[in-house]
């Protein structure tokens, strides 16, 4: 196996802080850990390749030292790239991370690395690599080594690969699937028995917290504001147009209702799969509603109606498409001079 | 409320000229069950197909699936609210051709969130293989309704159909000595003060949809207005709870009200005397928070004052949104010192543990949850595909790529999935 092994300047034995502007360089043999590394694999382990960087020249030429990386990599011939382990040092895991991503998803070999949970890097790059959690200790070297080790060799040969806590890598925050003995039904009784007896219990999933959003400060005054009109009813002009899918949507549209006061059921479509949508489609006004809008407009209750509204749908939708979506439709309704959304769901 | 289950075990399906259980091979006069069908003026003509366990076979999209019972005279009716009147289901002894099933399809694909296919019954291969459908002995029930119906009114044709030939298909057990009884009763002799206190809530519909008119739910009614309600665990066994007509992430069907995975491992601890099974709460989950907070307030009251538990499972209906109602559910009764287990299904389309839950309660911490976003199979091209056109047949014929819930009894939400969500 030819393994291709990622140093920083430290552990590469090149110097301290003094040497940390170093530009990539390349050893044809194992270097440091990387003795310990070849030992720790099969007999057919090689490093063929040593690539080592200085942490500030890294850091402040990813890209740089990235391309150059990949270049060595695809010529080297390599079947798995090891990068650390980098235990708490902040630019050597930044730098192990970015350049385990590159490999993986331009050469598409395995690739593992090591770091402390508290490393930035591990928090960059924890959802897209196994990342062995090292702790903070170098004297933890050859332990560290063993486990990334263990891993690399299943990657290889693309076994099932255990939870966090069975292979000792930092939580992805991913789901997968499995088939187990037990039905839902079995499992759910054993949870609650061992949750009221006060015994230990595994949750399946575990919320998640969010930071939450502070509320705007209000609008100061609404007969001087320009309101739009958002909605996650899946409320399309008839066809489509934007090919806004009907469940998990990647696409939003902006629609306009320029010089029109009233949205008539047989100009539109509903493309969401997750509600009763009998109701709008009689009347789209109920969920994007125009008519009072217009009203206010005239009474001059409000500045103005932008003359566009926005619509997705907004089923099992997730959070990683609705966050770009939230954010592109906010640049479009800064744009546009926006004072005030109305959101609409279902 | 004694209920007794006397089981024939079904090992083959047989038309024949008449009806007879000899061994573990049903016979069936398909001339009678015909007649039967027909009988309903909305329903023009019907067929039926046997499909094996192991064979290259594919039926679809999948209506509901539903295990041939019939209850000897004496008990409560079958099929209360739909066949018979509605009375109490859950007492008397019920005749069960176990290893069978009927299993109903649908004229057209249901579309919207479950994709073209709809639920796909797979009876061999690697899909087959997560779901207990693919060991059942299938009488598939292909009904062509009349042209002029509504969606609604070919549904309720299907569902009476399908009771009536699932009835007149135990019917043939009735005189048969049965291989084995089971009896199940929550009211017992036996001292249970020092056992756990234990209670079951379970979602039947969820109102992200008005029920279709005529929608026949629970004792034949559509669940509108439905507030939760009471139920002894024989009634969800025996008869009081059918699936809705739109069941969404995994599905529900009839045959897990039957067979409830979570009302048979309560009762299963209750005999082992592990617990005291006090009963169950059937709810819905709600379109809005007002009938939400009432709902949900309503059945953790009943679980506390009405069934004094000291524990509650729940599991949900339908899509994302009932995630809401059983979780807050789940919260008001830790408020109360009840300890809960809550089942759901994964939302996360990314894969991301984040987009899972609809929910953050630090109280709600004892979640199951069955996965299927990550689990798709490659379905090769069968040998017979049974549709009910031939538009159908070319849309089932294979090969085609199908997600997991799509695979009827593969994600099924009712506590018979084997498929779990891991976090890593």
């Excluded at chain 1, 593992?112 to 930035?120: H, L, S, V």
């Excluded at chain 2, 290893?99 to 061999?124: F, N």
């Amino acid at each position: 196996m030819r393994i291709v092994h990622y140093l920083n300047q430290f552990f590469g034995g090149l110097g301290g802080e003094e040497k940390a502007g170093m530009a990539l360089e390349a050893c044809a043999e194992a270097v440091g850990p990387g003795k310990l590394l070849e030992q720790l694999l099969d007999a057919e382990a090689r490093v063929v390749l040593t690539l080592v960087c200085g942490d500030n020249y890294a850091v402040e030429n990813q890209e740089l030292m990235i391309e150059s990386a990949l270049e060595k990599v695809r010529e080297a011939n390599a079947e798995l790239l090891v990068a650390g382990p980098c235990f708490l040092a902040g630019r050597y895991g930044m730098a192990a991370g970015s350049l385990c991503a590159a490999v993986q998803a331009k050469i598409g070999i395995p690739v593992i690395t090591g770091m402390a949970r508290e490393n930035p890097g591990a928090d960059l790059y924890r959802e897209s690599l196994f990342i062995i959690d090292s702790g903070d200790s170098a004297a933890k070297m050859r332990e560290v080594l063993t486990k990334m080790a263990r891993l690399a060799e299943k990657l290889i040969r693309n076994e099932p690969i255990g939870s966090p806590k069975e292979e000792d890598y930092i939580p992805r925050g991913l789901i997968r699937d499995e088939f187990v003995e037990k039905t839902a039904a079995e499992r759910l009784v054993d949870m609650v028995l061992a949750k009221a007896k006060g015994k230990a219990f595994e949750s399946e999933m575990s919320p998640t917290t969010f930071r939450p959003v502070s509320m705007p400060p209000g609008v100061s005054d609404l007969r001087k504001a320009k309101l739009m009109l958002i909605t996650d009813g899946g409320l399309v002009p008839k066809g489509n147009p934007d090919k806004i899918q009907g469940s998990a949507a990647t696409r939003w549209g902006a629609y306009s209702i320029k010089s029109c006061d009233d949205l008539k059921g047989e100009d539109y479509e509903i493309s969401h799969g997750g509600y009763d949508a009998q109701y709008v489609r009689q009347d789209p006004d109920r969920l994007v509603p125009l008519d009072v809008m217009r009203e206010l407009e005239q009474e001059g209750v409000i500045g103005e109606l932008c003359d566009e509204f926005i619509s997705t749908s907004g089923l099992a939708n997730p959070l990683s498409n609705t966050r770009r979506m939230g954010r592109e439709m906010a640049e479009k309704a800064k744009r546009l001079g926006i004072d005030a959304i109305i959101l609409t769901s279902t | 409320m004694p209920l007794t289950l006397a089981i024939h075990p079904i090992t083959e399906i047989r038309f024949a000229e008449r009806f007879l259980l000899d061994g573990t091979v049903v016979f069936v006069d398909i001339d009678e069950l015909r007649r039967l069908v027909v009988e309903d003026s909305a329903i023009a003509s019907v067929d039926f197909q046997i499909a094996r366990p192991g064979e290259s076979c594919r039926a679809g999209p999948v209506f509901d699936i539903v295990e041939p019972r019939a209850k000897s005279p004496g008990g409560s009716p079958d099929w209360p609210g739909i066949l018979g009147a509605p009375e109490t289901a859950g007492h008397g002894t019920t005749h069960i051709l176990e290893g069978a099933a009927v299993t109903v399809l649908r004229e057209q694909s249901p579309g919207e969130s479950r994709g073209a296919t709809g639920y796909v019954l797979e009876m061999s291969g690697e899909a087959a293989a997560g779901s207990r459908y693919a060991k059942l002995q299938h009488l598939i029930v292909i009904i062509r309704t009349r042209d002029d119906l509504a969606m609604h009114a070919r549904q309720k044709a299907y569902r009476l159909a399908q009771m009536k030939v699932a009835v007149r298909l135990a019917r043939a057990a009735m005189d048969a000595a049965p291989e084995k009884t089971q009896v199940f009763d929550i009211a017992g002799g036996e001292d249970r003060s020092a056992l756990p206190r234990v209670a079951y809530v379970g979602q039947i519909f969820s109102r992200q949809r008005k029920p279709e008119p005529e929608e026949q739910i629970i004792y034949g009614a559509d669940t509108d207005g439905m507030v939760p309600t009471l139920l002894h665990p024989n009634e969800w066994l025996d008869g009081a709870v059918v699936t809705s007509y739109h069941t969404s992430i995994g599905g529900a069907e009839t045959y897990f009200y039957q067979n409830n995975p979570v009302v048979a491992e309560l009762y299963r601890r209750h005999q082992a005397r592990e617990i005291n099974f006090v009963g169950t709460v059937a709810t819905i989950a709600s379109a809005d928070n007002c009938d939400r907070e009432r709902n949900c307030h309503y059945a953790a009251n009943l679980v506390k004052w009405a069934l004094r538990a000291d524990a509650a499972v729940l599991t949900k209906f339908g899509g994302g949104v009932p995630h809401t109602d059983l979780s807050e559910t789940a919260r008001l009764l830790e408020c109360s010192g009840i300890k809960t287990a809550v089942q759901v299904t994964d939302l996360a389309r990314d894969h991301r543990v984040e987009s899972a839950l609809l929910f953050n309660f630090p109280e709600v911490d004892a979640i199951v949850c069955i996965g299927g976003n990550s689990t798709h199979w490659q379905l090769p091209a069968v040998q017979r595909v049974i549709a009910a056109n031939c538009g159908l047949a070319e849309l089932l014929a294979g090969p085609f790529e199908i997600e997991a819930h799509n695979v009827i009894g593969v994600g099924n939400q009712q506590g018979a999935s084997r498929l779990r969500s891991m976090v890593y």
